[in-house]
């Protein structure tokens, strides 16, 4: 079991996406979290 970061819902650990709010999960839930700015 996992939980989406977006909105928190409990999701299977093979969702692709979030049932609740929809959010992309694909990456593994780490998303924004993760995200680091790129700058040239």
Same mark, same amino acid.
């Given at each position: 079991m996992? $939980?989406? $970061?977006?909105?928190g819902s409990a999701m299977e650990d093979d969702a692709m996406f979030c049932?609740?709010?929809g959010t992309s999960v694909a990456n593994g839930g780490g998303g924004q979290q993760?995200?680091?700015p790129m700058y040239a």
């Open positions: 996992k $939980y989406c $970061y977006h909105c049932s609740n709010c993760n995200a680091q």
